[in-house]
């Protein structure tokens, strides 16, 4: 049983100071321990490994799936994508992905049901309607898909790249939720990007997700592109509540040129200043919650009776790599160039190389090129990380009886290093539990850094993008 704390668990409060002292970089944990302590020694014969003792389990399973394929640039985007008009490219891509799926779906045992599926990319909507078709036709044939209303399947859509009539395609395909690429509505921004759409386009995917019944629509919005102000973001902001999407992703702007190229399309002089971006956070965050949407956390927002806030409250809720999920206790296989694989205590990534993948898959081999075996002491550390970035609290009696450890004793070191954070009021302890106070819920990656064992707290990797 969790303990409540004294303030209301959805509450988040801006404190500037705090913000400008803590909101440095630093991971954001959809995978304890993170991508950078993947090992290239990790093999596809150690997945298989892993996978046969998966399957004695019985956990359900999770899938997400990886399209890289975008018509055009986006400037800010740090995604693995590949922009090009070439259809025979598209379709060498898909004829190997349905080779992984096969040799996927041979290791793991055909009872255990697909409860979750993503697609991402990229552009996943890039796909005509034939091929998301033979797609979905070939993962329902290799694996056995829950198709009761227990099973939550959702799509990254670019309003840009669907016609009228598509979100009726993708109901019929089984997706019952759906995310909209929204970044910003404001023509000024959307030139700067390269990401030009309409908000009446946007409304009429809307109008037409919830007309097929969809369960939840998203919006991707981002703070911290070139020409935005606190009352141009206004303005998006809304646009976007007068739609009323069941959920919100608001993303910080992390310009790094010189990792990614499209980002040097960007003037750096047309960025806002940093102080400029904390001013569009707090109107952002004090906007919404004056219109209802619960703060999840990491950037993350959704109606009150959207199924991430009952996941939340009730203790099912889980973070992954597509952020916030609602579903606990599922592996996830991972289908696709650069996808990152969850089993049992294993994470394998596939390679980031698209021609390595096709190679690799043309000799009958699975395209992981690296991954990790995390050990008891990871899989402690993750499950500490997962329930500040998921509930905001841990509560002693339950992580001890749960996994044989008195945390108090296990985590002295790091309680000890949190004082600073007490003291400053972002976090409160007692013999009981921790609380992430509503001061601290924005800085949850710097708390969460306590616990890292790779990192340290007071290293600030140049490798991740900022908390804030």
């Known amino acids: 049983m969790r303990i409540m704390a004294k303030f209301d668990t959805h509450e988040v409060c801006f404190d500037q100071a705090l913000i400008e002292r803590y909101g440095g970089r630093g991971p954001r944990y959809t995978s304890y321990p993170t991508a950078l302590q993947f090992d290239e020694g990790f093999t596809a014969d150690d997945y298989r490994r892993h996978v046969a003792r998966s399957n004695t389990s019985g956990r359900p399973l999770s899938l997400y799936v990886h399209i890289p394929f975008c018509r055009s640039l986006c400037y800010y ?5 590949i922009v090009t008009r070439n259809a025979d490219r598209v379709e060498k891509y898909l004829h190997h992905l349905n080779q992984e799926i096969d040799m996927q779906a041979t290791l793991f045992d055909r009872q255990r049901k697909i409860e979750q599926l993503h697609f991402g990319g990229g552009t996943p909507t890039y796909l005509n309607e034939n091929q998301l ?11 056995n898909f829950d198709e009761s209303d227990r099973h939550e399947f959702s799509i990254e859509v670019d309003p840009r790249s669907v016609d009228a009539g598509m979100m009726g395609i993708l109901a019929e395909l089984g997706f019952n939720r759906v995310s909209l690429g929204i970044q910003d509505f404001d023509p000024q921004v959307q030139l700067a990007v390269n990401r030009i759409q309409s908000a009446d386009d946007v409304n009429n995917l809307l109008r037409d997700a919830r ?8 919006f991707d919005l981002i703070y911290g592109l070139p020409h935005q102000t606190v009352e141009s973001f206004d303005l998006t902001l809304n646009k976007t509540l007068e739609m009323r999407p069941d959920r919100l992703a608001i993303y910080n702007y992390a310009h790094l040129p010189a990792r990614f190229k499209g980002q040097r399309m960007i003037v750096d002089a047309d960025i806002p200043l ?9 109107h952002t965050i004090d906007k919404l919650a004056k219109s ?25 809720l889980q973070r992954n790599f597509q952020g916030y999920s609602t579903h606990r206790e599922c592996d996830l296989i991972s289908l696709g160039v650069s996808a990152i694989g969850n089993i049992g205590n294993i994470y394998a990534q596939n390679t980031t190389s698209t021609s390595e993948y096709e190679t690799l898959l043309e000799s009958g081999r699975l395209p992981i090129c690296k991954g990790i075996e995390v050990d008891a002491d990871d899989l402690l550390r993750a499950e500490v990380i997962s329930q500040l970035m998921c509930y905001d609290r841990l509560v002693f009696t339950d992580f001890d009886s749960a996994h044989g450890v008195q945390f108090l004793d296990y985590f002295r070191l790091e309680v000890c290093r949190l004082q600073p954070l007490i003291e400053d009021g972002l976090v409160e302890i007692d013999s009981a539990q921790i609380v992430i106070t509503p001061k601290g819920r924005l800085l949850l990656r710097s708390i969460a850094m306590i616990f890292d064992r790779y990192i340290g707290a007071e290293q600030h990797d140049s ?6």
């Open 292 to 316: 209802e949407y619960v703060y999840i956390g990491m950037d993350h927002f959704a109606l009150p009776d959207d199924d991430l806030v009952r996941a939340q409250d009730e203790g099912s």
């Open 211 to 218: 007309r097929n019944q969809f369960r939840s629509v998203s």
């Open 274 to 282: 940093p102080e400029t971006k904390l001013e569009i956070l707090h």
């Open 77 to 81: 985007c740090a995604c693995n994508k």
């Open 133 to 143: 078709r033979a797609l979905m036709a070939h993962l329902r044939a290799a694996f």
């Open 463 to 468: 490798r991740f993008s900022k908390a804030i």
